[in-house]
């Protein structure tokens, strides 16, 4: 009786006709590795389409689960094996199925942009809006990652996407830091609400702000996003777009903006009527993160427009303090003091 080892040896080989000749000899197809994949998974892991159509037609468990509860599906999406996919689901593979994560084939794809893979999924019955065990749903992943025909595609189906995930998350929060105004406006006409806030109160125009959207900002700002709306700590679009780098590598690596998108939407928020001096609950205001982290013409801007050098923070500490050694900032903060 052939082994497991033989079976997987076989699966290995570049031709097919030793697995063709085992299966034919009766090998049970479904037996596992040492890691408790079963051929099928390990097939399609490896792409090899003649190998999982073989295993099928002997019969192969098509939604056998393997390490991490992975499906012969669910490494095919991943691994963005096309044919593979079409095999499985033409056999009947759930396409709901999920790992151990709570994660499905549909949110595999959306998490890769691959808009036709989702497709094919909606179109065997896959949910749009089941979420894993982080609370995401496919939208969600898709929207933090920018992938905007698969975005399309799934509010084309139909379902009212806007309401928070189980983590709490919006979409619309999720999408603000990459989206542009043509996005925007899309998601409008699908139902979102630019004032939307999650549990912990921030909005879409935060989120923008934070990571220098400006274009998403300033089109959020012509329509209707409330610029003066603060979070729970406090916090408003302005103090965030000046605090944005509090950890002094995102404002270099953040997803969108360089330094001359901060001064644009510090801009953009003060002349669409942010508080220059309005401050977060532990009395830091925009100039005082401006004055440690942002550059000399974001400082002076708040300072033309009224933001007083002077204030302290719960702790005692001014902006001149937040500005340290930096001659530059400490003369114009004495200037306008």
């Not at 013409?297 to 708040?302: K, Q, T």
């Amino acid at each position: 009786m052939a082994t497991a080892k033989a079976l997987f040896d076989a699966l290995g080989a570049v031709d097919i006709a030793p697995l063709r000749v085992l299966l034919g000899t009766g090998v049970v197809p479904d037996m596992r590795n040492g890691e408790g994949d079963t051929a099928l998974i390990i097939a399609a892991l490896h792409g090899s389409e003649a190998a999982v159509e073989l295993l099928l037609m002997h019969g192969a468990d098509v939604d056998a689960r393997g390490m991490l509860g992975r499906t012969a599906l669910l490494e095919s999406v991943t691994r963005k094996r096309h044919r593979c996919i079409e095999l499985l689901l033409s056999n009947g593979s759930d396409p709901n199925i999920v790992d151990e994560t709570g994660s499905g084939p549909l949110l595999r794809a959306a998490l890769r942009g691959e808009t036709e893979i989702a497709r094919a999924l909606l179109e065997v019955g896959a949910d749009p809006s089941r979420e894993n065990k982080a609370g995401e749903s496919p939208l969600l992943v898709a929207m933090r990652f920018g992938h905007r025909p698969v975005i399309r595609l799934l509010l084309s189906q139909g379902f009212a996407p806007w309401g928070a995930s189980k983590s709490g998350r919006l979409a619309l929060v999720a999408a603000a830091p990459l989206a542009t105004p043509e996005d925007l406006e899309f998601f409008l006409s699908k139902g979102a609400d630019l004032n939307v806030a999650e549990a912990n109160g921030t909005t879409p125009l935060m989120e923008a702000a934070r990571v220098g959207n400006f274009e998403g900002a300033e089109w959020m700002l012509a329509n209707g996003a409330d610029p003066k709306a603060a979070d729970e700590d406090g916090a408003t679009a302005l103090l965030l777009a000046c605090r944005a780098g509090e950890d002094r590598l995102e404002a270099k690596n953040s997803l969108i903006g360089g330094e001359g998108d901060y001064f644009e939407i510090i801009r953009l928020l003060i002349l669409a009527g942010c508080e220059v001096d309005l401050a977060a609950k532990n009395g830091c205001t925009p100039l005082m993160y401006a004055a440690w982290l942002r550059s000399l013409a974001c400082v002076e801007l708040l300072l033309r427009a009224g933001a007083d050098p002077n204030r302290a923070n719960i702790a005692g500490t001014t902006s001149f303090d937040f500005a340290g050694d930096d001659s530059e900032r400490l003369v114009m903060l004495d200037f306008f003091s």
